[in-house]
Antibody, heavy 120, light 110 residues
């Protein structure tokens, strides 16, 4: 069955970097665009980034533009989120999600999330 | 503050029906028939319940239904069951070509 498993979360100091991974199985990753979405404590979900199926196009929320980079390795069935210059407000559970339909960017399958805590 | 507004909590007794609202603007919910609903149990991956306002993916119970009127979308769960106790959140495509989400609603089955 379709599975997305995030990893790489943890506690990091402000200003430092962290890379999240999302391992995909049960479908051909190279056929799908992918999202990263996050949820800060006590807040709603926030879309973070989107990458096209081939990695040629990337889109970012204004809150992370210039600091975060989404990428993918289709040969390894893995999605990444490189997070630099981390801030306290980046503390959140980070989810990867598959884009089931590009037209409306439908997130049809999600992982369980990985927690990132930015704190000194 | 989330872009889409949902009630923080709703509750109902087994067998009853409940409705969760999701209010946006003409730039998101009101402007596109691309509203989705998700269910998330604690520690689990969110599960897609509804897409394109009212369509159910294969395997989702017909007890879950949804609709939209103007800038407000609604999810109805009929015949409440204990297993329905979870968080529910809505999502919409927007005029900025991104997704926006609601703050989430915690459903308690009494």
């Amino acid at each position: 069955q379709i599975q997305l498993v995030e990893s790489g979360g943890g506690v990091v100091q402000p200003g430092r970097s962290l890379r999240l991974s999302c391992a995909a199985s049960g479908f051909t990753l190279s056929n799908y665009a992918m999202h990263w979405v996050r949820q800060a404590p006590g807040k709603g979900l926030e879309w973070v980034a989107l990458i096209s199926y081939d990695g040629n196009n990337e889109y970012y929320a204004d809150s992370v533009k210039g600091r975060f980079t989404i990428s993918r390795d289709n040969s390894e069935n893995t999605l990444y989120l490189q997070m630099n210059s981390l801030r306290a407000e980046d503390t959140a559970v980070y989810y990867c999600a598959r884009v089931g339909t590009w037209l409306q960017l439908l997130a049809d399958y999600w992982g369980q999330g990985t927690l990132v805590t930015v704190s000194s | 503050q989330s872009v889409l507004t949902q009630p923080a909590t709703v509750s109902g007794s087994p067998g009853q029906s409940i409705t969760i609202s999701c209010t946006g603007t003409s730039s998101d919910v009101g402007g596109y028939d691309f509203v989705s609903w998700y269910q998330r149990h604690p520690g689990k991956a969110p599960k897609l319940l509804i897409y394109d306002v009212s369509d159910r993916p294969s395997g989702v119970s017909s007890r879950f239904s949804a609709s939209k009127s103007g800038n407000t979308a609604s999810l109805t769960i009929s015949g409440l069951q204990a297993e329905d106790e979870a968080d529910y959140f809505c999502s919409s495509y927007t005029s900025r070509s991104i997704l926006v989400f609601g703050g989430g609603t915690s459903l308690t089955v009494l």
